[in-house]
């Protein structure tokens, strides 16, 4: 049957516990988005959609989770990223905003109709590595050293023109036999000293492979930096998302590198590129 979302909009005010006021409405936006399909204006519009006892069984299940404090991109096992929304499990970070600014800042420095060679160390959901492979043209391969994660990326693969090359393997064990034009990485970069600056939601749900650093926030930047030496062409780029706290510590890993920070849209240092000469 047809249901106008104020109703359904309602049912979720009255019955979520954990959010209330902006969050609470900005909640709402984005699970309507995730869950249906169902886009801001079509709310302020107050549409009519199929709603069905399946739909009302399921709204009642994730309202629960919901105030078990379950992330709602958890719930609906998806998030949108960049251009489209992404398949997303415990097993892998839930995409952040700044992640989107730095896949921007690649495609805006990269757009060219020279083919680039990509690697994303520790690709997670795939969701950089697939919107550089739609958005460059490029040869794109991800890796991470979890399983699980690579099934979720090769699952985020719906159109030819996203086919990337997602492999099972850690950094530190790598060796290609080709070389790339871009390396880009998110690399978990939070460290031990900083859990209690973490929100207890993400501890809670996200997985501790994707954002802590093995007792040193640079340990990843360490094996980029070694793998670079190796595998980055000549005028080559590293992209990589950054602890700000270590900003210092990135450029001196780089320091033969021609290198930049930027910064993010809350005017942190969040991102670094490095040209090799």
Do not use: W
Not at 38 to 43: C, D, F, G
Not at 136 to 144: A, C, N, Q
Not at 241 to 266: C, H, P, Q, R
């Amino acid at each position: 049957m047809k249901v106008p979302i104020s109703k359904i909009s309602n049912k979720l005010k009255e019955m979520i516990t954990t959010y209330s006021g902006r969050d609470l409405d900005n909640l709402i936006i984005k699970y309507f988005f995730l869950r249906f399909n169902v886009s801001s204006t079509e709310i302020a519009l107050d549409k009519e959609i199929t709603f069905t006892r399946n739909n009302e069984i399921l709204l009642i299940e994730d309202i629960k989770k919901i105030n078990n404090n379950v992330p709602v991109q958890h719930v609906t096992y998806s998030e949108f990223f960049y251009y489209k929304k992404f398949n997303l499990n415990e097993h892998v970070l839930i995409p952040r905003p700044e992640t989107e600014e730095l896949v921007s800042i690649i495609i805006k420095k990269e757009k060219n109709n020279s083919l680039k060679k990509i690697i994303d160390i520790g690709t997670g959901s795939g969701c950089i590595a697939i919107s550089l492979k739609k958005h460059l043209k490029s040869e794109v391969i991800g890796i991470d050293v979890s399983n699980e994660a690579v099934l979720i990326a090769k699952k985020n693969i719906s159109e030819k023109d996203e086919n990337v090359n997602f492999m099972n393997i850690g950094i530190e064990n790598y060796n290609p036999n080709t070389q790339f034009d871009i390396i880009v990485s998110n690399p978990p970069y939070v460290a031990d000293n900083e859990i209690d600056s973490v929100d207890k939601i993400v501890l809670d749900n996200e997985p501790a492979l994707a954002l802590f650093s093995k007792g040193d926030p640079l340990y990843f930047y360490k094996k980029i930096a070694s793998f670079s030496d190796k595998y980055l062409k000549n005028k080559g780029r590293i992209y990589l998302e950054i602890n700000d706290n270590y900003l210092s510590g990135v450029f001196d890993l780089f320091k033969n590198y021609s290198s930049e920070a930027i910064k993010d849209i809350y005017g942190k240092d969040r991102f670094v590129v490095c040209e090799k000469p």
